[in-house]
């Protein structure tokens, strides 16, 4: 069951609920946009930027953050 953070992601799958809710009807390619979407994600919450935003990156959140 989904569970969204303050962004509107789920902590669960890293998905957003317009993606959650896009999911049942989606043709394949819309899917593989959506699961590319879900890997970025889950690369940012892997390797947060610095605190200086170096690289064009956002600062970094505890949004989404496991414990």
Known sequence: MCELDAD???????????????WGGAPAARRRE????????????????????EHGADPPTDHGART
Do not use: F, N, W, Y
């Open 34 to 53: 959506i699961l590319q979407a879900v890997a970025r994600r889950r690369m940012r919450q892997d390797h947060p930027p610095d605190r200086q935003g």
């Open 8 to 22: 509107g992601i789920c902590t669960g799958c890293l998905r957003s609920i317009g993606e959650i809710a896009a």
